[in-house]
């Protein structure tokens, strides 16, 4: 009875908060929606990558609200990085960011934190030109830790049969879990990406690049049983396409893996600037989420997960935006297709030399 307790707390678990990471149980990696707003997130070759002397970032997202009430999965991030000029120009970019994710009524939380390098290598242009390529390499190192609260499930053995209820006064008669806040010990991460950009004048860029995450298969068993973090892999591509001078279209894809299961977000924003003075802009768009997942019977499934629609306001060095997750599939009977709301923060603290480096717009 025992063991199959165990066994049904953890089964219960994953599926709670796997299914709020969109790659089920297997891949408990947080998303973001506005991916390209947490970009240290996605690559750490993305560190050092904009147009300014510093940067930072800030994101959150809360998804299931309609179906768990008071806990839904929140997802907190945050970044700070800056760039060093090496030799020529050529450049190295430092950074930390942060990550905490709590999921459900469990209180299951990931906190993670990491320190970031990247070494930006100019393939071509040069100071007085608005035309670059570069070709860039990043990496991180940190350390994170799970924890969970069992104490707010019931087990089989605090059913009280007399009441036909449960009694969580009673023992839950599992030698392995306690009552308590249950953590795992403090595990080190290691992420690696690449990355390739290329602006080719006002509103005209491409950009590419890839990432492979947990490199080091990091142990984040409760119980001390050898459960490793599957290594998630990344890639995505994006640019600015313009239509004139002032609207152009910011299409861009990332698409992620981890374990047996594989997840992309595509689409894109059409942004809007009348030039003036104050630099102020303004993006639209809408953004599908496709999952493929693998069932009970051993059968892959691609599924139309999700429809994001997204808002950005560009004034001067700020750019905010907020983005709302309509559900496409079969979880839209339980949640009425309200999925997850999201807002991201980013300050760029402009150059103090006049020959800055042109990056892409995210």
């Given at each position: 009875?025992?063991?199959?307790?165990?066994?049904?707390?953890?089964?219960?678990?994953?599926?709670?908060?796997?299914?709020?990471?969109?790659?089920?149980?297997?891949?408990?990696?947080?998303?973001?929606?506005?991916?390209?707003?947490?970009?240290?997130?996605?690559?750490?070759?993305?560190t050092?990558?904009?147009?300014?002397?510093?940067?930072?970032?800030?994101?959150?997202?809360?998804?299931?609200?309609?179906?768990?009430?008071?806990?839904?999965?929140?997802?907190?991030?945050?970044?700070?990085?800056?760039?060093?000029?090496?030799?020529?120009?050529?450049?190295?970019?430092?950074?930390?960011?942060?990550?905490?994710?709590?999921?459900?009524?469990?209180?299951?939380?990931?906190?993670?934190?990491?320190?970031?390098?990247s070494?930006m290598?100019?393939?071509?242009?040069?100071?007085?030109?608005?035309?670059?390529?570069?070709?860039?390499?990043?990496?991180?190192?940190?350390?994170?830790?799970?924890?969970?609260?069992?104490?707010?499930?019931?087990?089989?053995?605090?059913?009280?049969?007399?009441?036909?209820?449960?009694?969580?006064?009673?023992?839950?008669?599992?030698?392995?879990?306690?009552?308590?806040?249950?953590?795992?010990?403090?595990?080190?991460?290691f992420?690696?990406?690449?990355?390739?950009?290329?602006?080719?004048?006002?509103?005209?860029?491409?950009?590419?690049?890839?990432?492979?995450?947990?490199?080091?298969?990091?142990?984040?068993?409760?119980?001390?049983?050898?459960?490793?973090?599957?290594?998630?892999?990344?890639?995505?591509?994006?640019?600015?396409?313009?239509?004139n001078?002032?609207?152009?279209?910011?299409?861009a894809?990332?698409?992620?893996?981890?374990?047996?299961?594989?997840s992309?977000?595509?689409?894109?924003?059409?942004?809007?600037?009348?030039?003036?003075?104050?630099?102020?802009?303004?993006?639209?768009?809408?953004?599908?989420h496709?999952?493929?997942?693998?069932?009970?019977?051993?059968t892959?499934?691609?599924?139309?997960?999700s429809?994001?629609?997204?808002?950005?306001l560009?004034?001067?060095?700020?750019?905010?935006?907020?983005s709302?997750?309509?559900?496409?599939?079969?979880?839209?009977?339980?949640?009425?297709?309200r999925?997850?709301?999201?807002?991201?923060?980013?300050?760029?603290?402009?150059?103090?030399?006049?020959?800055?480096?042109?990056?892409?717009?995210f």
């Amino acid at each position: 009875m025992k063991k199959f307790n165990t066994f049904a707390f953890f089964a219960m678990l994953f599926f709670l908060f796997g299914s709020a990471y969109d790659l089920e149980a297997q891949a408990p990696d947080p998303r973001y929606t506005q991916f390209y707003a947490a970009p240290t997130y996605l690559n750490p070759a993305m560190t050092g990558v904009f147009e300014g002397s510093w940067r930072v970032n800030a994101n959150y997202r809360e998804q299931w609200g309609s179906v768990l009430g008071s806990n839904p999965f929140r997802t907190i991030g945050a970044a700070f990085d800056m760039r060093y000029k090496i030799v020529g120009d050529d450049y190295m970019g430092i950074g930390v960011n942060a990550l905490r994710d709590e999921a459900g009524d469990g209180n299951f939380t990931v906190n993670r934190g990491y320190l970031n390098l990247s070494y930006m290598k100019q393939l071509s242009g040069g100071r007085y030109t608005s035309n670059n390529q570069y070709l860039i390499l990043g990496g991180q190192i940190g350390a994170g830790q799970n924890s969970v609260d069992p104490s707010s499930f019931w087990f089989s053995e605090q059913f009280n049969n007399s009441t036909l209820s449960p009694d969580t006064n009673l023992g839950n008669g599992e030698s392995n879990i306690s009552n308590g806040t249950m953590s795992t010990p403090v595990y080190l991460d290691f992420n690696a990406g690449l990355m390739w950009y290329a602006v080719f004048g006002d509103n005209t860029s491409l950009w590419a690049g890839a990432a492979l995450n947990h490199l080091n298969a990091p142990d984040v068993s409760f119980l001390g049983e050898g459960e490793v973090l599957y290594m998630r892999w990344l890639g995505h591509i994006g640019g600015e396409l313009p239509f004139n001078s002032q609207l152009s279209l910011m299409p861009a894809i990332a698409v992620m893996g981890q374990g047996p299961s594989i997840s992309a977000t595509l689409g894109g924003n059409f942004r809007y600037t009348n030039h003036d003075w104050n630099e102020v802009a303004v993006r639209v768009g809408a953004w599908p989420h496709i999952t493929s997942r693998v069932d009970e019977g051993e059968t892959t499934k691609l599924q139309f997960e999700s429809i994001a629609f997204a808002l950005i306001l560009e004034i001067e060095s700020w750019n905010v935006g907020v983005s709302y997750d309509v559900t496409t599939s079969s979880w839209k009977d339980a949640n009425n297709s309200r999925g997850a709301f999201e807002l991201s923060m980013i300050y760029v603290h402009p150059a103090k030399s006049r020959f800055k480096v042109n990056c892409p717009k995210f």
